[in-house]
Nanobody, 125 residues
Framework: VQLQASGGGLVQAGGSLRLSCAAS????????MGWFRQAPGKEREFVTA????????YSADSVKGRFTISRDNAKNTVYLQMNSLKPEDTGLYYC???????????????????WGQGTLVTVSS
């Protein structure tokens, strides 16, 4: 499975961006699709994730109410709508896919099997 992330850019605080993550093949319904981000000098951190089967969503507290993850099964694509962006949201955003992840595993990057190349989001103050 190859993942292609896109949609990053420069935006002012309070603005919006939508990221896309296209999978090269139809991922199994057992997969979880996640978004992680990494700011300069910091560890990669969990942002949000969605199960292909059932659409259950898991999100970090820091993005709840501002970021929305969604999926388009027909296009094998996952989206991350980011609203009310803050300078602290700046970083390289990665999409990832993991198989048969249980709830306690979803927020840990090491549990994901496939990764996209990352797309840069810069939020200016």
């Amino acid at each position: 499975v190859q993942l292609q992330a896109s949609g990053g850019g420069l935006v002012q605080a309070g603005g919006s961006l939508r990221l896309s993550c296209a999978a090269s093949v139809r991922t199994s319904s057992n997969f979880v699709m996640g978004w992680f981000r990494q700011a300069p000098g910091k560890e990669r951190e969990f942002v949000t994730a969605i199960r292909w089967n059932g659409g259950h969503i898991y999100s970090a507290d820091s993005v709840k109410g501002r970021f929305t993850i969604s999926r388009d099964n027909a296009k094998n694509t996952v989206y991350l709508q980011m609203n009310s962006l803050k300078p602290e949201d700046t970083g390289l955003y990665y999409c990832a896919a993991g198989s048969r992840l249980i709830v306690s595993s979803i927020r840990t990057a090491d549990n994901y099997d496939y990764w996209g190349q990352g797309t840069l989001v810069t939020v200016s103050s």
